[in-house]
């Protein structure tokens, strides 16, 4: 079964830049078939989903709040999908979760989509 391990979280101060990674293994399929994307909850709110990028055409979208802002990118030869964050506000503190997904070519923003997902990893933003 797929597993996805998150990492690179921690505390920055607002206008500061975090990068987030997501390693996959026990994949039965090659990595390049599966979209995978990047949710976020904050305390009292619902998951929402944060960037997506799918398969082998590597098609990218982004929610309207971090648009300009976060980067995403997948190196399939390292199993690992990143997220570059950068001008991190306040409001994007929240725990972060990659999910995956098998044999899609696009990668959309909605939780119910996607079958496989990390444990997260705490991002606080704060001064």
């Known amino acids: 079964q797929l597993q996805l391990v998150e990492s690179g979280g921690g505390l920055v101060q607002p206008g500061g830049s975090l990068r987030l990674s997501c390693v996959a293994s026990?994949?039965?399929?090659?990595?390049?078939?599966?979209?995978i994307a990047w949710f976020r909850q904050a305390p009292g709110k619902e998951r929402e989903g944060v960037s997506g990028?799918?398969?082998?055409?590597?098609?990218?979208n982004y929610a309207d709040s971090v648009k300009g802002r976060f980067t995403i990118s997948r190196d399939n030869a390292k199993n690992t999908v990143y997220l570059h964050m950068n001008s991190l506000r306040t409001e994007d503190t929240a725990v972060y979760y990659c999910?995956?997904?098998?044999?899609?070519?696009?990668?959309?923003?909605?939780?119910?989509?996607?079958?496989?997902w990390g444990q997260g990893t705490q991002v606080t933003v704060s001064s």
């Open positions: 999910a995956a997904d098998p044999l899609r070519t696009s990668a959309p923003l909605s939780p119910r989509w996607y079958e496989y």
């Open positions: 026990g994949f039965t399929l090659d990595l390049d078939v599966y979209a």
């Open positions: 990028i799918a398969g082998r055409d590597s098609n990218t």
